[in-house]
Structure formats: C-alpha cells, structure tokens
C-alpha cells in the first residue's frame, strides 16, 4: 500500500519580534501531535533543513516594511497553497505600523548614523494588503491553541472555529470585575477580540487590544466614554495606538481624536 504523503507546513518571518512563531514552538507535547500529521518543511526557528516547495500551509508572521519585502511575499503566496497570517504584525502592521502617523525620514534620520543606507517603505502593512491571505490569526503574540485549532481545521478541510467576541466575554467566565466600572480604568475590552483569556484585566489593568478589534466594533462610543471620564485626547490617541494602532476601527478612532 503506498504511504500517504503529509502536508506540508512553511513559516516565515517578516518585520517581527518572532514571538508569534515561537508561541507554535511552545506548543510542547501538542507539537509532537502536530509534527506526526504534518510534515515542517521550512521553519528555520526550530530546523536548518529545508524543503523545496510548493507548500500546503504557509504561516505567516510579521508584516511588510521595505521594498524587498513586498517582493518576497508575493513569491511565497505563489508556493503556498493556503497562506495564513499570524500575529499582530502580520495581520495588522504591528507595532512597528506607529510609524504610519509620522514622517519615516525623521525618523531613520535620528536613529541611524547613516541614513543613507536606509532601504524601507513609507508604512508598516500588513501581509492581506499585498497578496489574498486565506485566514488571519490575531494577538501579540497568538493564542497557541488557536493556533494548533487553525492547522487542525485545515488538515480535516473545516473552517476554524476561533472568537469574534469581545475580551468582555472572556472577563465574564473569570469572574473578573469590571476594571472599566470599578476603577475608571481605561480598556480597549469592548472593542478588542477575545483570545488571552482577559490576560491584563484579571491583574486589575486595561486591556491593550493586543489582539486587534473584533468582528463588530463601537470604537467611537468607546472613545466617547474616555472622554466623558476625563481622559486627554492625547491619551486617547495613545490608548488606541498599541500593537494593532493601524487595525482600521483603532486607526480610525485614534485619528478622530488627534489635535
């Protein structure tokens, strides 16, 4: 009987802190589930070998900030099957995309000591916004079950059932109290989409948005109510502007209330 030929996985890196990919790494003993169904063809984070393509599943972190970028990526998503982005960085520019709200040249003019050899684009994009992208995968860094949950969906041909709610929902089943309603902190939990586990707010602090607005979102009623408690627009700004600042409903709201 003739073997079964496994899928075929790549993992890339783009302008990233890595963190997304090392969130499949620390799947530990789930990896080993994963590396028998699948076989890891490129991902030099975790192996020098590496397998010509095309691929079945290319994950995708970080996103694009320099002219070589852009053409990379249009290579990969050539050699890839189903192309999935993983991470703030990847799905929504990062936190690298605060840059989108300045002049770039100042600042390669005050960071390096040679400007000149400077080769980067204007803005920090995310992957979807170059080439079609088949499913997006939040967070800074990604929930590693939701990641696990991604490649178990493709490999049985269904669609992932990861959240569209909001981070409140994930405060509810802890039992958390309102950080918002108790202590007038400010929390991007109603807008931001549920994936932590309400990480920050069960420590008594805002929520960041880390993994970018939900599938609905209300960001100016939001931003309206950081008004009414007293907030500073420049507050606002800074409270909308995190690891998703460019995500379009944060981006939006944050412009809204720029002097």
Sequence with gaps: MAKTQKPTLAVWKFASCDGCQ??????????????????????PEASRAVMKGP???????????????AERIHKIRRQSKLLITIGACATAGGIQALRNFADVKEYI???YPSPQ?????????????????????RGCPINKYQLLEIVNALLNNRKPN???????????????????VAHGTPCLGPVTQAGCNALCPSFNRGCFGCFGPKEITNT?????????????????VRT??????FAE????ESEAHEK
């Design 22 to 43: 090392l969130s499949l790494l620390d799947c530990e003993d789930e990896l080993l589930a994963v590396a028998g169904a699948i076989q890891i063809a490129n991902f």
């Design 55 to 69: 691929y079945d599943i290319s994950l995708v972190e970080g996103s694009i900030t320099t002219p070589h970028d």
């Design 109 to 111: 003019a005050a960071v």
């Design 117 to 137: 050899y400077i080769e980067t684009l204007g803005k920090s994009t995310p992957i979807a916004d170059h080439v079609f992208v088949d499913f997006e995968l």
């Design 162 to 180: 990861t959240p569209t709610y909001s981070v409140c929902m994930e405060c509810k089943r802890r039992g958390n109290v309102c950080v918002m």
């Design 220 to 236: 100016s009623a939001l931003g309206d109510w950081f008004k009414q408690t007293g907030m500073a627009d420049d507050d606002i």
């Design 240 to 245: 909308f502007r995190g690891f998703n600042a």
């Design 249 to 252: 409903p944060f981006r939006r």
